[in-house]
């Protein structure tokens, strides 16, 4: 009698305290989770401009990855901290539709992302002019029959900084990222045409894909560009291919989901072949630091894309891929709520881009939602 009325007091303490065995280790997940953003989000609050920017030094892009992010994690337009970021932007709005600072040599990268941002905030139809018009600006920029290239060229369907004069596969991939968010599917004619140069940038020759690098380094992955003369940030292969790496094999994987390629299409299975043996959180596949956040970003959005909810790599290994990258993100996050890589390729010495991306991050991999 004396051990059952231990044990009934033992269970009745932690039903008064709140605490259930079952019930702790998934609240302890979110707990931990929500700490991660609302640290990150008081360090930006902390590191935003009087004028609402945040690095505004490096143009508006920065503060369109930090609002969105914010966005996406829960904030609405009218928290003070997103509706003064949302106003910073409306102010580099053009009659042609960009939204960038006018002459910017960055200006499909600027309005796919302000796009993005935009369309997030939208509420009431508040910025379905800006939208609209600022799709329409991409499109008239996209490297097609206006801009004198035909099917047969190596630039044909994608989108590029204008510094450079060739397009890339990381800025078409926030083209098409912006086209969706601006409500474009896979019927869409600039979708269409930005699938043509995503599938030039496999590894993996076909049908879609004729560029002679493929045959020299057949693996399934995705490099920077084919135009050009052809070009990867990881560098070339002894037989003169161009390297995969994971930032643009995930870019290369999500573009062609938004664009309708389905998941028995040979190209999505070699780019998920890649994935599987090249899995890894500490680097970025085939460029160590270089980008690193950029790559957890866009890694989480096309495995969300995908809809793989547990991956196993190339050993059978399983991977709760979302767990590991929060643990992964919490094991970074520093004193102040922010980010910050090492390696400052790619603007990444900047905290507020860095926790920008960590932030996008996170909104894929929230503790308790249905995949």
């Known amino acids: 009698m004396l051990r059952r009325s231990l044990i009934h007091g033992g269970l009745l303490v932690l039903m008064l305290t709140g605490i259930t065995l079952a019930a702790d280790k998934p609240a302890s997940t979110a707990d931990a989770y929500r700490k991660l953003v609302d640290r990150a989000i008081g360090f930006l609050r902390n590191a935003q401009g009087s004028d609402g920017s945040f690095a505004s030094r490096a143009g508006p892009g920065v503060t369109a990855v930090v609002a969105v992010a914010i966005l996406r994690n829960g904030r609405s337009p009218d928290d003070p901290l997103v509706a003064k970021a949302l106003k910073h932007l409306e102010g580099f709005v053009q009659p042609d539709g960009a939204v960038s600072p006018k002459n910017s040599e960055y200006r499909n990268y600027e309005t796919s992302l302000a796009l993005m941002c935009f369309a997030e905030a939208n509420r009431n139809g508040r910025y379905d002019k800006v939208v609209k018009k600022a799709e329409k600006f991409l499109k008239a920029n996209q490297w097609v029959e206006a801009q004198g290239k035909d099917k047969s060229d190596a630039a044909y369907g994608g989108a590029g900084y204008g510094k450079h004069q060739r397009p890339d596969l990381s800025n078409t991939q926030f083209l098409v990222d912006a086209l969706k968010a601006a409500g474009a599917g896979p019927n869409d004619e600039a979708m269409k045409k930005a699938l043509i140069f995503v599938s030039r940038c496999q590894n993996l020759e076909s049908a879609d894909n004729t560029m002679p690098f493929a045959a020299k380094n057949p693996d399934g992955g995705f490099y920077y560009t084919p135009a050009a003369g052809g070009t990867s940030q990881a560098g070339k292969t002894p037989e003169g291919g161009l390297r995969s790496y994971g930032s643009m094999t995930y870019a290369g994987l999500k573009s062609m989901i938004y664009a309708g390629v389905k998941s028995d299409d040979p190209r999505v299975?070699?780019?998920?072949?890649?994935?599987?043996?090249?899995?890894?959180?500490?680097?970025?596949?085939?460029?160590?630091?270089?980008?690193?956040?950029?790559?957890?970003?866009?890694?989480?959005?096309?495995?969300?894309?995908?809809?793989?909810?547990?991956?196993?790599d190339a050993d059978g290994n399983k991977h709760d891929w979302r767990r590991e990258l929060v643990a992964e993100l919490a094991k970074r996050q520093r004193r102040d709520g922010s980010w910050v890589n090492s390696d400052p390729h790619w603007m990444e010495g900047e905290p507020e881009l860095v926790t920008g991306y960590a932030l996008l991050t996170l909104s894929y991999c929230k503790p308790g939602e249905k995949k």
Request: aromatic share 14%; glycine share 10%; net charge positive.
């Open 269 to 312: 299975k070699a780019a998920l072949r890649w994935i599987q043996k090249h899995y890894d959180l500490s680097t970025n596949p085939g460029m160590g630091s270089s980008g690193l956040y950029y790559y957890y970003h866009t890694a989480a959005k096309a495995l969300d894309a995908a809809g793989v909810k547990e991956l196993t």
